[in-house]
């Protein structure tokens, strides 16, 4: 079998030196890179790639030249051959700029007890590298699908049912930019999915928000891993749920509602738990203050952004005024 490595992309190597050292010993390589020509090259000179480890504060230089956030420059190429988890060594990004904006999945670590829980992912897909060479090799398209298309001409609900009264088995690969999921299904139903940084049903659930992405399903490809143990049914009922909570909030908010940061919010972040796709929504606020432009901005999309701004506003972060007593432009000098 070919060797088996993990691209890491980090600026100070604080990661990348605890995850060689938490692994040492296994049968995998670790390799450092800091701009996409490395990139490029660890793609050309490794056998199998079991995942990209991309810090989100990690920049890079795009076709034009420009410097933009390392997994921006990735996302804006064609399919990668390996999944994506992106990182932060902070629990939020920059406020300053929209430049840092983090994709949703992306994963915090700030606080001692994060590295064991990143060593462990990559773990995971290292060794799923290793016992199932098959994935990544439809990962590297090098083989036929038995179904493709796009979730803009087929929602993932009705791909899954497709699967569902087949019932057939095989791995549903979905990619999103820079983002791939991985949903294997037995005699129909989901058996496993893997998102990022996060496995079973929560990465099945979130799967089933996306609404852009290509998908490609390998009939008879398994993994034989049962993390998701609810039925088919049930997977969707939960998806439905949480987009009717955010489509009965889209109601209450409308696009063009003019949302902002209350006075003092920095003071009101003590013990507030948010994850990457409300800090970026929080971050972007003061830059976009118009909802309909803060869903046109965010990598968490319309559904992601509106389940973010009801969460805000419920902790009290944000508020939301009327344009009649704005006196600050609608649009900022970033736009």
């Not at 701009?35 to 990690?58: E, K, S, W, Y």
């Not at 590297?140 to 019932?167: C, H, M």
Request: charged share 20%.
């Amino acid at each position: 079998m070919s060797e088996v490595s993990i691209i890491i992309v980090e600026q100070s190597c604080v990661v990348a030196d605890f995850i060689r050292a938490r692994l040492a010993g296994k049968p995998y390589q670790f390799v450092s890179v800091r701009d996409p020509a490395q990139f490029d090259a660890a793609l050309r000179t490794r056998g199998v790639i079991a995942l990209a480890l991309i810090d989100v504060h990690a920049v890079g230089r795009d076709a034009t030249g420009r410097e933009r956030p390392f997994w921006q420059v990735l996302a804006a190429r064609s399919a990668l051959t390996m999944p994506v988890v992106c990182f932060s060594g902070a629990p939020g990004t920059p406020s300053d700029t929209p430049l840092f904006t983090a994709p949703p999945e992306t994963v915090s670590v700030a606080d001692p007890q994060d590295f064991p829980a990143i060593a462990r992912v990559v773990q995971e897909y290292a060794e799923l590298a290793i016992s199932h060479p098959l994935l990544f090799e439809a990962l590297k398209g090098a083989l036929l699908p038995s179904l493709r298309g796009t979730l803009q001409d087929f929602s993932l609900e009705s791909v899954l049912t497709l699967i569902k009264y087949g019932p057939h088995t095989g791995l549903l690969l979905l990619r999103d930019g820079a983002h791939t999921g991985i949903v294997a299904c037995e005699d129909g139903d989901v058996a496993h999915a893997l998102l990022g940084a996060t496995s079973g049903k929560q990465a099945a659930v979130s799967l089933c928000q996306w609404q852009d992405a290509r998908f490609t399903f390998f009939e008879g490809l398994t993994l034989g891993v049962h993390s998701v143990r609810n039925v088919m049914e049930d997977l969707l009922l939960e998806s439905n749920r949480q987009r009717d909570e955010a489509n009965a909030f889209v109601a209450s908010l409308p696009p063009q509602s003019f949302v902002r940061r209350v006075r003092g919010y920095t003071d009101l972040l003590p013990g507030k738990n948010l994850n990457q796709a409300e800090w970026e929504v929080l971050s972007l606020v003061d830059h976009y203050h118009v909802v309909s432009e803060l869903m046109a901005r965010s990598r968490a999309g319309s559904l992601g952004v509106m389940q973010a701004l009801r969460k805000l506003l419920k902790m009290e972060l944000i508020e939301v005024i009327s344009v009649d007593h704005v006196n600050t432009p609608l649009m900022s000098a970033y736009s």
